[in-house]
């Protein structure tokens, strides 16, 4: 088969594009407002974007709690969402009113980062505190912005848990990271394989 993305006429009960973008990385982003109250969402466009600097990014469609946040502070951080946690990020995901408390609701401990003044979630295995680079709305051919607004961050501290450490990496079939796969969707990615990159002739 084959469907212009203009048209969308492409048969099926939902479109692909999304499920064909996968697996794409979690952000479970925490932030904190002006007013001190902390907010927690998931957002599934999320990825790391350059390793000098370690620079991530994640996409918000329309201008949500999170992204309101990050443009008053500045700060953000990043956290790992593992199979053991993934209940907990479906529910902060839920739709509440701007100032609630998604670490409270989803029965969450908030902790103050150590670098920046945004909280994130202590049960995680992993966490990225990050400075805000750059907020934007991306373009489409038309030149008109689209509706999505992406953050873009440098991690300036990283948080580990040493239980998903072994022999000097981070082992994923401890740590089992969430993807989502498309439509309500998910992966884990604890099977693991190694590949070596070719050498050159």
């Known amino acids: 088969m ?27 982003i925490g932030s904190k407002g002006r007013d001190s109250s902390l907010n927690l969402s998931p ?4 990825n790391a974007v350059s390793d000098r600097p370690k620079l991530v990014t994640f996409s918000s469609a329309g201008r949500k709690d999170s992204v309101r946040n990050v443009e008053e502070t500045g700060v953000f951080t990043a956290n790992l969402v593992s199979r053991n946690l993934i209940e907990k990020m479906n529910h902060s995901s839920i739709a509440v009113p701007y100032g609630i408390n998604e670490f409270s609701l989803a029965g969450l401990t908030a902790e103050s980062g150590r670098l920046i ?29 689209s509706e999505n607004i992406m953050v873009f961050g440098q991690v300036i ?3 580990v848990d040493e239980a998903i450490i072994r022999d000097g990496r981070l082992d994923m ?18 099977d693991v394989f190694e590949l070596l990159r070719p050498k050159a002739p």
């Not at 003044?117 to 912005?145: H, N, S, W």
Request: aromatic share 14%.
């Open 173 to 190: 079939t401890l740590a089992r990271p969430i993807a989502r796969m498309g439509y309500m969707d998910y992966s884990e990615g604890s």
């Open 157 to 159: 501290g990283i948080h």
């Open 117 to 145: 003044d945004a909280p994130y979630v202590a049960e995680a295995f992993a966490v990225l505190e990050c400075r805000v680079t750059e907020i934007m709305q991306p373009k489409g051919l038309d030149g008109e912005p």
């Open 43 to 46: 957002y599934s466009f999320f």
């Open 2 to 28: 084959f469907y212009r993305t203009d048209t969308n006429q492409h048969g099926l009960a939902h479109d692909p594009f999304k499920a064909i973008v996968a697996p794409r990385s979690i952000g479970w």
